[in-house]
């Protein structure tokens, strides 16, 4: 009989998505008569139509398959030519940014790149930092690989770094107190919808580059940034380029959450140790660990994310992009005229909310979802910083975030927050 991997048995209850669909499938079964009213503002899904211009593109990629003298077979297992030159053109050197094509690797999304990085970084070796709160994926990916130790009473797990993010340090954590070998940083950030400014980025470069760290850079949001002050990219911060490898994906700007279609960003300047104390990029070995374990994604999906890159995809992909930051207005606006404290809805799509005093984040979530029959994601869930806060996605029609903001009103009362707003 075979033996499993029993990091999976350190996992603590499941993984947080699921069991906020588990309760609300739950409610809709128990109450049927109100699950038709049920807005979901929990999982960042997006909700409008794929740009009309990575249709076409689709479309006529099915046409060239549909024909003897055009059609794909196989692709390069690191995206094709024409998708990595468009986005290190576009997304980088467009923007003073010198990241080559053969440094872009395409995938089928940032989140199964943050758990497939650790394929070529030693299992039980590296001393991870992991911010708190945080999307949970860096966590749970990181115990799976055997880098943590069993579960930590109150929440996280032994071995692991935690990196807190709170009011007073606006979601932004501060440097590590002890050394880390890899660090995972995401911004604009989910759930918080924080953002970090240059100096502080470069903070976390010069730290990383001094202590010969690697950052894991999840810009997955980065097109929600209006601020052109603020970096959108960690490699517009001098020496990025050797000790950070960068994660990007159109789930968000292009509506690919179901056509999944992302990157990596891997420089050849960084570099990582063996044991026998040799230095070693990790360019070849990422181009190793797909070549041999992927053969891509589909010639459809990267023409569509080719489209993305057209004139007319730039301008659709922007018109997405303001509806959503329309509706995390609404959505911020609502929380601030409740009295709740209030973070994101500007730089990006989701609002990070204070509970009402004396309500726990799944307490919060359960009387949304009875009360107000709205499905929100509960802080706790993203980490032990995130006790006693909320996330609002601002994924959705403009007429259900109206609707939102409305039964919160009701629901919450003026007044019935905690002091204070931002």
């Known amino acids: 009989m075979p033996f499993i991997n029993e990091n999976y048995l350190k996992l603590q209850a499941g993984y947080l998505f699921p069991e906020i669909d588990r309760r609300v499938k739950t409610f809709a079964a128990e109450h049927p008569e109100k699950a038709k009213r049920i807005i979901r503002c929990g999982i960042g899904d997006v909700t409008e139509p794929l740009p009309p211009a990575v249709c076409t593109a689709m479309h006529r990629a099915v046409d060239d398959l ?133 100096d502080a980025l470069k903070s976390w470069v010069d730290y990383a580059r001094a202590n010969r760290a690697v950052i894991l850079y999840d810009a997955a949001y980065e097109a929600y940034i209006a601020d052109p002050e603020l970096p959108r990219s960690i490699y517009e911060i001098p020496g990025a380029r050797s000790c950070a490898i960068e994660f990007r994906s159109f789930s968000k700007n292009g509506g690919f959450t179901g056509v999944r279609c992302g990157f990596t960003v891997m420089p050849k300047d960084v570099q990582v140790q063996t044991t026998d104390g040799r230095s070693l990029a990790l360019h070849p070995l990422w181009s190793r660990r797909w070549s041999t374990k992927s053969n891509s994604v589909s010639y459809p999906v990267q023409r569509g994310a080719e489209a993305l890159y057209s004139p007319e995809g730039r301008v659709q992909v922007q018109e997405l992009i303001q509806h959503y930051m329309g509706n995390a207005r609404v959505l911020r606006e609502a929380c601030l005229a409740l009295g709740l404290r209030t973070w994101g809805g500007v730089n990006a799509p989701y609002v990070w909310v204070a509970c009402p005093d004396g309500v726990d984040s799944w307490g919060m979530f359960d009387r949304m979802l009875h009360e107000a029959n709205v499905v929100i994601t509960p802080g706790a869930g993203f980490g032990r910083q995130g006790e006693g806060f909320f996330r609002i996605s601002a994924f959705n029609s403009r007429a259900n975030v109206e609707a939102v903001a409305e039964r919160m009103g009701a629901l919450v009362g003026a007044g019935a927050g905690s002091a204070g707003s931002r």
């Open 66 to 198: 549909a024909d003897r003298a055009s059609f794909m077979g196989y692709g390069p297992p690191y995206g094709y030519d024409w998708l990595r030159h468009a986005i290190a053109e576009h997304d980088y050197r467009g923007r003073g940014i010198e990241i080559a094509d053969d440094e872009i690797f395409v995938s089928d999304g940032s989140k199964p790149d943050c758990g497939a990085i650790l394929d070529i970084f030693a299992a039980g070796r590296n001393r991870i930092g992991v911010p708190d709160p945080v999307y949970p994926v860096y966590v749970d990916t990181n115990v799976m690989a055997g880098n943590s130790g069993g579960p930590r009473t109150g929440g996280g797990y032994e071995g692991i770094v935690y990196l807190p993010g709170t009011p007073e340090n606006d979601f932004v954590p501060d440097l590590p107190r002890e050394p880390v070998d890899l660090v995972y940083l995401c911004f604009p950030n989910n759930p918080t919808g924080s953002v970090i400014g240059r």
